[in-house]
């Protein structure tokens, strides 16, 4: 047994030692992977609408907007559609929109900014407080298209909160920050992974078939998410 274990662990070892990501252009079809984010118009509109038909699949909704104020209208019918007069969100230089927040307050929907005390008991308090505002508002640091994911790095003015505590989640994104596959996303920009506090990837809204192996949405997150594609 001794053996056999030391044989396994070792080929583990060696297969650490020696791995690399898989190359996204390897594979016969495939959009090459963006470098620096950017790729040739064409293949943006495939990966895109691989993203799309991903996202949809995970009942998801994907929208288009040419400017923040068509962006701002987008969110407020989000927020319309769930009885949302308030919102959660990062900091407005953080969502890759300039000026959403100026275009949300014109259209009555406040945002709702919060400081969290490090003290357990008055930090579960000031979270319950919050556990009424039902939009939050957050940037994209990428999207992959196989997918249908978002990608989002914690940091300054990037509260966690925003993606994980309302039951709406409104995510923007550049539409020049669309990768294949995840692999191709970490081999063009590996800093990702370090760059804030945490890095998550959220395909789709929350889900779980823990229970019963019924399929439940917005157990461990939010129960909706839309993306909003800009320029």
């Known amino acids: 047994m001794t053996g056999a274990r030391e044989q396994i662990l070792g080929a ?20 090459a992977a963006p470098r620096a984010g950017t790729a040739g118009t064409v293949g943006r509109e495939k990966l895109w609408q691989q ?24 969110v407020a019918a989000v927020a319309a559609e ?24 014109s259209r009555g929907l406040a945002r709702v900014t919060y ?4 003290d357990g008991e008055r930090r579960a308090a000031e979270v319950a407080a919050l556990g009424d505002v039902v ?16 990608v989002l790095a914690s940091g300054p003015g990037r509260g966690r909160l925003a993606s994980l505590l309302p039951p709406v989640h409104v995510a923007i994104v550049s539409a020049s920050r669309i ?21 998550v990837v ?12 019924t399929l439940t949405h917005g157990v461990h997150g939010p129960k909706y998410l839309h993306v909003v594609v800009m320029p």
């Open 12 to 31: 583990i070892r060696d297969g650490l030692r020696h791995a690399v990501l898989p190359d996204a252009e390897a594979d016969a079809g495939a959009v």
């Open 51 to 74: 993203f799309t038909e991903a996202l949809t699949a995970l009942t998801g909704r994907v929208h288009h907007a040419a400017s923040a104020a068509e962006a701002a209208g987008i």
């Open 82 to 105: 769930h009885g949302a007069r308030t919102y959660l969100s990062w900091d407005g230089d953080q969502l890759g929109c300039d000026g959403i927040l100026e275009e949300l307050a």
């Open 115 to 118: 400081d969290l005390p490090f």
């Open 135 to 150: 939009l939050g508002l957050t940037g994209s640091d990428a999207a992959i298209a196989e997918a249908g994911a978002i």
């Open 179 to 199: 990768w294949p596959s995840l692999p191709a996303l970490l081999a063009d920009a590996p800093e990702l992974v370090g760059r804030g506090a945490n890095t």
């Open 202 to 213: 959220i395909a789709g809204p929350s889900r779980t078939a823990d229970i019963e192996m």
